[in-house]
């Protein structure tokens, strides 16, 4: 879909809805869709956040845009360094912008991959909702329960398709360990413990300083409370400090935790009680948890889900491998989970990019009038699924903040020292005002929700 | 003990008095302790000094403070987090009193002479415990440039019709450059206003990298 001389697809659509009368100039995709692409149209995306993932899915969507699956619009970013690097990955006929809100409000730009620092998703995947464009946001969906609640409203409210970029979902093993499990092979699971490596340590600390030339502070801050720059903040380490990526648990908790959910049924569902305690990092600006345990107690069904982040020398071993499994060698065999049933235990390793499952999920025969499960097309795939047709996408926006809110409330009981109760159906903490309080962080004029 | 004669009476506040003394110094003993391992060489023993802070309390407030703005990068850091352990400490359930106690000594940090940083760190404690009682002089920073953007937000986060009026009060009294800033704390907070439109979706930014 070319911007120019062309009709793009609203405008296509809009008079298409006037043009009632000859049906049969309309694909039939685009009729029995309601406002989302055809099955056989080219979504038009952008994208936000051209650094770290942003730069993979960049490079993932030109190689689509070649095999003709997408057109590509617009690369946007706060640093103009990465903006000029994505602008040559993009090729001619690509849009440059600093300030994302340019491209939204661009009517030809259908969907858009949000992967900027975590602390800008709620904001920017709201923005994007309200402005009619399908969301590809990175994960962890929001760093607060309110931007999560705002989150899911908004893409309720405007009909859009949100995949998260929870993909472990989306793995060949996590298919296989989801059909294992839920067929019984364990028995009746009632505790998952997931394990995690530690987070780092900032053993290079430095003073705040001015930034540098090509990054614009103020935006990259956005809905941050404004503090001077340092360059222990970014790119890539923002990972570290809690207000925005919240450490391992929220960075690899919303993958782990995400197959958790999804492979016990428990999309949809919380926890009653969240209790975690954890080590500080002993100096640098970074204060995630590098040591951390998180017991999250889920009641009818009564369960129970563990983060624990730990030593290496005490993580599972990983199993040995040929490479000629569907997820190949484990390559990060650092953090996963183990489910504990009454009749035996699984483990598998990973649970973003790379899922691996145990053997004997892999290698499980499903018997005559065995349970199957959704197998997904791919993580991109499934999203284009979503926008064409309308169907919830494997990570969908629901689903992802609910694995979100796990990671939040595991590190709001870190930082409070204390035990928290959660009301699911209500959607907040009960029985402890400043944690209250806590759920919702106010952000900065005009980067806000 | 009956309170009608005159020498009990006078005894009875004697032994307060002697009491409070033993624990007023008791207090000053932990806060100097705890500052001399904020200020440690060691970063282990300023780690675990700053996680035992909590308890020590308010009385630490006003020193931790001093020594955020120490020269040592580290040893501010640790008093800083300090601070905060005892802002987390003293907000759990059932500690009120304690929780007051804080609130009290962080007010006294908003004042002029103390340095930016330092007051607007104060600024986001009182938002997870400011009470009623700081409102009035969280509001009176939203005079201030450097302050005002942390006291509104700060302001939007406290649960109080009290608050609600102060952001009211500041709108009529903010400069042109600033109105929108506090007409959006008070959307977020269910209040209605006109004539300010939120531009949260409006660009503003430019680039200046060129498409190929």
Redo the contacts between chains.
Sequence with gaps: MKRTNQLNRREFLAAAGAAVSVPYLIPSGVLAARGRGGANERITMAHIGVGGMGGYHLSDMVERRGRGEVNIAAVCDADEKRLANAVKTAGPGVDAYRDYRYILQRKDIDAVVIATPDHWHGAQMVHAAECGKHVYVEKPACCTIEEGKAMVAAAKKNNVSVQVGSQGRSQPEAYLAHRYLVNGNIGHISRVDCFHYPSPEDNNPVPDSDPPAELDWDLWLGPLRWRPYNRRYCPGSFRWFLESGGGQIRDRGAHVMSCAMWWMGADGTGPVTIEATGTPPKKGLWDSAVLMEVTYRFKNPDWTLTWTQMPRDKLPAAEERTGQEPGGKIVRPGYGAIYRGDKGKFIHWGGDGGTWAEKKAREWEPPAGAKDVYKSPGHKEDWFKGIKTGEKTIMNIEAAVGVANLCILGNLSYILGRKLEWDQAKQEIVGDEQAHRMMYRPQRHPYHL | MSMNNPKKVFLAAAVVAASTGTTEAAKGDRVQKLISKIRDDS??V??NAW?SA?EVGAPAVEALAKVMTEGD??VA?AAK?ALWKIV??C???GAGNERRAVVGELVELLDDEQPVPVR?EVL?ML???GTRKSIKPIAALLSNKELR??AR??L????SKGAIAALKAGLKAAPEDFK??IA??LR?RGVEVSGLP???????????????
């Design positions: 970063a282990e300023r780690t996680l909590g990068l580290e850091r987090r987390r400490h907000g759990r359930p607007r986001w938002s997870e415990i953007e942390d937000m700060v939007q986060r406290i649960p929108l800033n959006q704390s977020q939120c531009v949260k979706l409006v660009p503003t930014k430019k680039t200046n990298v060129k498409p190929l």
